[in-house]
C-alpha cells in the first residue's frame, strides 16, 4: 500500500513520495524505537520533526570532516587503511568512509521524506501550512544537496544511480515547498509564528541558491540569494549528551590523538578566520600534523582568541547572509561590487585591501569563499564546479606526510553494499 502527500493548495508543493520508497535504512530494527503504528499519533508530531533534524544534523558534521578531507582542506595521519585511502583520494566502493558518508545523508533524507508522509497523516487538512511541514522540507533539502555535492552519483529510495544536477534539481523542489508552506503558515498568524516562518524561509533560499549555484544556474541561485539579510544564520546543533549528539570533528582534532591537518595551501595565512597552532604535533602514524583549530563559521570563534579547539559542543553555521552574499556576487561575475565585497572579507582576515579585476579577482574571490567556509562541507562541492569549467583546486603531486602522490577522486563514490542490494543501480 502506498502513501503519498502534496503540499495542499500550494503549487510549489506538487512534490509526491511514497512511503513504499523510502530508503531501506529505516527499517533497522531497534528494540527501544517506537512502533510503526505510533509515528503517526498526533501527540508525536515534534518527535518526527526532531528525528529528521537530529539525523541531518549528525549526517551534516560526518560530511563536514570528510568531504574537507576529499577536498584540499585537510589530510590525515592515520593508522587505519581506510582514512588513508580516502586521504590519498585514492579508494574503491569498499571504503569505510565514502560507505559511512553516504549512509548517514541518507539516512537524513529519507528521514526527511517518510517525516512527509508521517506528517500528512497526523496534520490532515494542516499539512499545508504548518511550520513544522515547512521544516522538514528545508532539512531534506538540504540533504539532497550534500548527496550532490558530495557524491558522483546517488541513488534515492532504491533508484538507478541520480546525478548531482537531479539530485540539486530534487533539493529546489523541496526548499521551494518550505517556502511556500512556511509562507501559508504565517499568513494573519502571531508574531512569534511569523518570525519562526522567516527562519525556515530563509534556510530555504540559502539552500536553494546553493543548489542552483552547483548548477551553474547564476541567475536562479542569485533570485534566491538576494532575498536573505545579511545577518541571517542557521547552525547544526551539538552537544555532550551522547556520542552522537558531539561535533564529530572533535574526534578527528581534539587535545590528544589527533589525526586530522590542515593542508598546506591553508597553512601560513595568519588569518583569524582558520586559525592553526604555531607548530605541528604528532599524528596517529607519528607523522607531522597541524590541527587545525575552531574556524569562524563554528560557535565561540572569536578572532582575538584563535587557540581554541573544536569541540563536542561547536556548533557548526551551515547556512547564512554571508553565503548568500556570495551566491548572489558570483552570478554577476568579478565587478566593483564583487572588488569590494573581497576587501571587506580580506579586512575581516586581517589583510590589506587589492585593486584585481578579472580572473585574478575571481581567483582571489574563491579564495576569500574557502576562508569564510572553512570545514563546514562547502569546499568539496566548489571544487568540483570550479573542475568542470576548467580550474583544478584539488591537491596534486607528493601526499604532504607519506611518500604516496595523491590519487585522482573527485568525489564520494556509491558503496559497494548499496550497489548490491540494490537492483536498479547503475551509474549514469
Known amino acids: 500500500m502506498k502513501t503519498s502527500f502534496a503540499v495542499m493548495g500550494v503549487a510549489a508543493g506538487a512534490l509526491c513520495i511514497s512511503l513504499a520508497a523510502c530508503d531501506r535504512v529505516l527499517t533497522v530494527t531497534n528494540?527501544?524505537?517506537?512502533?510503526?503504528?505510533?509515528?503517526?499519533?498526533?501527540?508525536?508530531?515534534?518527535?518526527?520533526?526532531?528525528?529528521?533534524?537530529?539525523?541531518?544534523?549528525?549526517?551534516?558534521?560526518?560530511?563536514?570532516?570528510?568531504?574537507g578531507v576529499l577536498a584540499d582542506e585537510t589530510f590525515t595521519d592515520h593508522t587505519n587503511v581506510s582514512v588513508r585511502q580516502t586521504s590519498l583520494h585514492n579508494f574503491d566502493d569498499l571504503n569505510d568512509q565514502t560507505t559511512d558518508v553516504f549512509g548517514n545523508l541518507s539516512r537524513a533524507r529519507a528521514s526527511a521524506d517518510d517525516g512527509l508522509v508521517r506528517l500528512q497523516a497526523i496534520l490532515g487538512a494542516g499539512y499545508g501550512k504548518s511550520l513544522n511541514v515547512a521544516r522538514v522540507f528545508a532539512y531534506g533539502g538540504y540533504s539532497y544537496v550534500l548527496l550532490g555535492e558530495g557524491y558522483c552519483d546517488a541513488p534515492v529510495a532504491l533508484s538507478a544511480g541520480l546525478p548531482p544536477a537531479e539530485l540539486f534539481r530534487r533539493a529546489i523542489v523541496r526548499f521551494d515547498s518550505a517556502i511556500a508552506v512556511a509562507t501559508a503558515a504565517s499568513a494573519g498568524a502571531p508574531a512569534a509564528t511569523v518570525t519562526a516562518a522567516q527562519d525556515i524561509i530563509n534556510m530555504a533560499r540559502v539552500g536553494a541558491a546553493r543548489a542552483a549555484l552547483k548548477m551553474n544556474d547564476f541567475a536562479k541561485s542569485k533570485g534566491y540569494a538576494i532575498?536573505?539579510?545579511?545577518?541571517?544564520?542557521?547552525?547544526?546543533?551539538?552537544?555532550?549528551?551522547?556520542?552522537?549528539?558531539?561535533?564529530?570533528?572533535?574526534?578527528a582534532a581534539r587535545t590528544t590523538g589527533a589525526w586530522l591537518s590542515m593542508t598546506p595551501v591553508f597553512q601560513g595565512l595568519n588569518d583569524p578566520r582558520l586559525p592553526q597552532?604555531?607548530?605541528?604535533?604528532?599524528?596517529?602514524?607519528?607523522?607531522?600534523?597541524?590541527?587545525p583549530f575552531r574556524p569562524s563559521q563554528y560557535s565561540g570563534w572569536v578572532a582575538t582568541n584563535p587557540t581554541q579547539i573544536i569541540d563536542i559542543t561547536s556548533n557548526i553555521r551551515f547556512a547564512s547572509g554571508l553565503e548568500a552574499k556570495y551566491d548572489a556576487l558570483e552570478a554577476d561575475g568579478p565587478n566593483a561590487a564583487m572588488l569590494a565585497f573581497v576587501n571587506s572579507r580580506r579586512a575581516v582576515g586581517g589583510k590589506a585591501a587589492v585593486?584585481?579585476?578579472?580572473?585574478?579577482?575571481?581567483?582571489?574571490?574563491?579564495?576569500?569563499?574557502?576562508?569564510?567556509?572553512?570545514?563546514?562541507?562547502?569546499?568539496?562541492?566548489?571544487?568540483?564546479?570550479?573542475?568542470?569549467?576548467?580550474?583544478?583546486?584539488f591537491p596534486t603531486g607528493k601526499y604532504p606526510v607519506f611518500p604516496d602522490p595523491y590519487g585522482t577522486m573527485q568525489c564520494f563514490i556509491v558503496p559497494r553494499s548499496e550497489k548490491t542490494g540494490n537492483p536498479n543501480y547503475q551509474s549514469p
Open 277 to 291: 597552532p604555531t607548530a605541528s604535533r604528532a599524528g596517529l602514524n607519528s607523522n607531522p600534523i597541524w590541527v
Open 355 to 393: 585593486n584585481l579585476s578579472g580572473a585574478e579577482l575571481t581567483a582571489e574571490f574563491r579564495w576569500q569563499r574557502a576562508y569564510d567556509f572553512y570545514l563546514t562541507g562547502q569546499r568539496l562541492g566548489d571544487l568540483r564546479r570550479y573542475a568542470a569549467t576548467g580550474t583544478n583546486l
Open 227 to 251: 532575498l536573505v539579510p545579511d545577518t541571517y544564520e542557521k547552525l547544526a546543533y551539538y552537544s555532550a549528551n551522547s556520542v552522537r549528539e558531539n561535533n564529530i570533528v572533535n574526534s
Open 31 to 67: 528494540p527501544g524505537a517506537l512502533d510503526e503504528g505510533q509515528l503517526t499519533d498526533p501527540a508525536l508530531e515534534q518527535f518526527v520533526v526532531n528525528g529528521v533534524i537530529g539525523e541531518f544534523q549528525y549526517a551534516y558534521g560526518f560530511y563536514a570532516l570528510w568531504s
